[in-house]
């Protein structure tokens, strides 16, 4: 499938947008928050050896130093500044800085990969939790096969469903209790649609199985664009959720403080079915009622 500049230059730009949303709130996440590093620093089981044996101190006294604890605090930020810097990268990459995408854009989705094995790890090594981030973790991979390679367009976008598929449907292992469904997916409905605790887990469940059909559904060429709207809408309006369903008028810094980044870093599940949705329908204008007028494209 061949794309003129201006529909090639609309996907970039959807890519960038939602790469830079990314960096940008994981950066927050380890400047003035934290990131689950610890699951593995702390780990006994893996580490004892190497901290007792290399470094001479006992497994006690590592985990309780205060030392130890600030260097980890410290890297974590440092983490926080590199993560800064990707997102900077991603404003002003352009296709002669093929170098520059390697270690910011690849860089950085490696970080986000190695992150998306500690929060799998933290969570008792639930596949689900890892295969969650996915849409996070091969977003700034999207972007650079977009600005530095030849791949075929048709490819990318396999690449780009898949990740939907895997994001949405390990979501939907969550909310329809496979897994054990977070508190937090209890209290962000109840806020957000002012309903009770029984009326929020039928929301949730029913929500999970639309995450399956729709994982499903992006893959049938007949129904594939309808269902591509349902997880931008869905996708966006689940990014909010992280806001409004913890928002305090009266504690209103705080508020946007605590949960923006959680915001920034779920913006791409809107936005990576956005950037199919164009593939399939490079004409598209979504401000003049034409979201649903013209046919898809075939790619070939």
């Not at 170098?99 to 969570?123: M, P």
């Not at 969550?174 to 962000?188: E, Q, S, T, V």
């Amino acid at each position: 499938m061949m794309l003129s500049d201006i529909g090639k230059q609309k996907l970039i730009t959807i890519l960038k947008i939602s790469a830079f949303a990314i960096f940008l709130g994981r950066a927050y996440q380890h400047i003035f928050w934290d990131a689950p590093y610890r699951a593995f620093l702390w780990d006994e089981s893996v580490l004892q050896g190497v901290v007792e044996n290399i470094f001479g101190v006992t497994w006690h006294d590592y985990v309780t130093s205060l030392s130890v604890d600030n260097a980890i605090s410290f890297s974590v930020k440092g983490i926080g500044v590199l993560y800064l810097l990707c997102a900077v990268v991603v404003l002003i990459i352009k296709p002669n800085m093929k170098k520059l995408g390697k270690v910011f854009l690849l860089g950085g989705s490696f970080g986000l990969f190695i992150l998306a094995i500690l929060y799998c790890k933290e969570k008792f090594f639930h596949v689900g939790q890892f295969f969650e981030y996915m849409v996070q973790f091969i977003t700034p991979v999207l972007l650079y096969m977009m600005l530095f390679t030849t791949t075929e367009l048709k490819k990318i976008r396999l690449t780009a469903l898949i990740a939907i598929a895997l994001t949405f449907s390990c979501h939907g292992l969550y909310a329809i209790g496979y897994y054990p469904r977070p508190g937090n997916f209890i209290d962000m409905t109840i806020n957000t649609l002012s309903i009770g605790e029984p009326g929020a887990h039928m929301m949730l469940k029913i929500a999970g199985v639309m995450d399956f059909v729709v994982a499903i559904a992006i893959f049938i060429p007949r129904i594939s664009y309808a269902a591509l709207v349902y997880a931008c809408i869905w996708g966006g309006l689940t990014a909010l959720a992280r806001l409004t369903g913890h928002f305090h008028v009266e504690f209103l810094w705080n508020s946007f403080h605590q949960w923006t980044w959680e915001v920034l870093i779920r913006l791409p599940h809107a936005l990576i079915p956005l950037f199919v949705m164009v593939i399939d329908r490079p004409e598209i204008r979504f401000f003049k009622g034409k979201v649903f007028r013209n046919k898809p494209q075939t790619i070939s």
